[in-house]
């Protein structure tokens, strides 16, 4: 699986859009870039997922660049449960059982 | 469904001590994965399996035994416990096939201390 590049943290003002910037310069073609988070002392939960086209649910959007380099997780209105650790993987479709988390972003939601 | 369980939630042993971490799922989930947190980091693969009888090494195997007898038990057993492998312990299943279910679902947890 290509190896992703995250800021270590963040700060977000409640209420704003928080804009969670990966790099992953050495996607492959058949790679999906994931997105999950750990609320503190939790086991991680799934955001989304995307391929190429910008994805969109309940919890968040994906943006991804037309060349698949990198990608920006969307929080639309960040609350303050939103605080956690935000992992970017990517790997091919089906290997979800063998994720590779890196140390991901600290996002801080401030009131 | 109670989704992924697992048991304990917190444990200490003693160094050469040996047990076992349980994991439960009951979503009928083939995949099972063990994963282990050290502070400030992320998630590493310990052991995974993709059914019944069927395990395969991870990352960081060793110290650790895994078995899969049933689709719904996935076992985690420490040899003779180490402090290195004092850590938080995650249990995750998932269901490969259906494209809307391709994610991995999360135990809560088991934070072991080996002193």
């Known amino acids: 699986d290509a190896k992703t590049t995250q800021p270590p943290s963040m700060d977000c003002a409640e209420g704003r859009a928080a804009n969670l910037p990966c790099n992953h310069s050495?996607?492959?073609?058949?790679?999906?870039v994931y997105w999950y988070r750990q609320i503190h002392s939790q086991g991680p939960q799934y955001i989304i997922h995307?391929?190429?086209n910008n994805e969109t649910n309940e919890m968040a959007s994906l943006i991804i660049t037309e060349d698949r380099k990198s990608s920006t997780l969307i929080l639309p209105h960040a609350t303050l449960r939103d605080t956690a650790v935000y992992y970017c993987i990517v790997r091919v479709y089906g290997n979800d059982y063998k994720l590779s988390f890196g140390a991901g972003t600290t996002v801080t939601v401030r009131a | 469904n109670a989704g992924v369980t697992q048991t304990p939630k917190f444990q200490v042993l003693k160094t050469g001590q040996s047990m076992t971490l349980q994991c439960a799922q009951d979503m009928n989930h083939e995949y099972m994965s063990w994963y282990r947190q050290d502070p400030g980091m992320g998630l590493r693969l310990i052991h995974y399996s993709v059914g019944a009888g069927i395990t395969d090494q991870g990352e960081v195997p060793n110290g650790y035994n895994v078995s899969r007898s049933t689709t719904e038990d996935f076992p985690l057993r420490l040899l003779s416990a180490a402090p290195s492998q004092t850590s938080v312990y995650f249990c995750?299943?998932?269901?490969?096939?259906?494209?809307?279910?391709?994610?991995?679902?999360f135990g809560p947890g088991t934070r072991l201390t080996v002193l």
């Open positions: 050495t996607i492959s073609g058949n790679e999906y």
């Open positions: 995750a299943s998932s269901n490969q096939g259906a494209q809307s279910s391709d994610t991995q679902y």
């Open positions: 995307g391929l190429k």
